[in-house]
């Protein structure tokens, strides 16, 4: 399944609270027919704590069976609707894409209330795609499945047929789970994360950022 993300900015005229509720309660009402091909839809609405250093405020993250089910549905009515209705809080400015594919690792809850943190990344100059992937599959993940508190794990490969193209601004997105804010600080200022997986990165990540977030899971087949 193809996993698109957009990472959004507000308008600079409006305050984080009107930003969230207009995003979730009156964006999906500016279409009146469901949207074609999507499979799931979730909001990941931005946190101020804990702490991140991403200049984004949420994620739009929505996921189709295919890439071919992905690019019809960016091109359907329903989503040029869509992008009409940004105009009224996001700053379309300050916008960027992703799409990927997903590897579960931890297989755990995603219910409301968990706090979710998001970390693209870049590979370091001179490693090769396979040999990311592959250093983050074989020794990194290993690692960050002994991270404290936490309660789910997925690693996403940005897809092969962007490079096609050209160079994408980041090869993956790794997304951790836990409980609830408390559990998230305990783990930023844990051994295992700061001396463990952090450290670790410096192995074969160039670049990255971090944006905690609460989920809201507006289409999510059971």
Aim: cysteine-free; proline content about 7%; overall charge negative.
């Amino acid at each position: 399944m193809i996993h698109w993300r957009y990472f959004i900015t507000r308008r600079p005229d409006l305050g984080r609270d009107e930003f969230f509720t207009y995003w979730r309660r009156k964006h999906p009402r500016a279409v009146a027919q469901p949207i074609p091909r999507i499979k799931r839809y979730v909001q990941s609405h931005g946190l101020l704590e804990p702490p991140g250093d991403s200049p984004y405020d949420g994620i739009a993250e929505l996921w189709t069976e295919s890439l071919e089910d992905l690019w019809a549905l960016l091109r359907s009515p329903q989503m040029a609707a869509l992008i009409q209705d940004e105009l009224n809080f996001i700053d379309r400015q300050h916008v960027e894409y992703l799409t990927t594919r997903d590897i579960v690792e931890l297989d755990g809850p995603r219910t409301p209330g968990m706090v979710k943190g998001v970390w693209p990344n870049k590979r370091k100059p001179g490693m090769s795609v396979a040999e990311y992937r592959r250093y983050w599959r074989e020794v990194h993940a290993p690692m960050a499945l002994k991270l404290p508190g936490l309660r789910r794990y997925e690693r996403s490969e940005t897809v092969d047929e962007l490079y096609q193209l050209n160079e994408p601004r980041w090869d993956g997105v790794a997304q951790l789970w836990f409980d609830d804010v408390e559990a998230a600080n305990r783990f930023l200022t844990s051994d295992e994360f700061i001396n463990g997986t952090w450290a670790d990165g410096e192995n074969f990540v160039s670049a990255t950022n971090t944006f905690w977030a609460r989920e809201h899971l507006l289409i999510w087949p059971g």
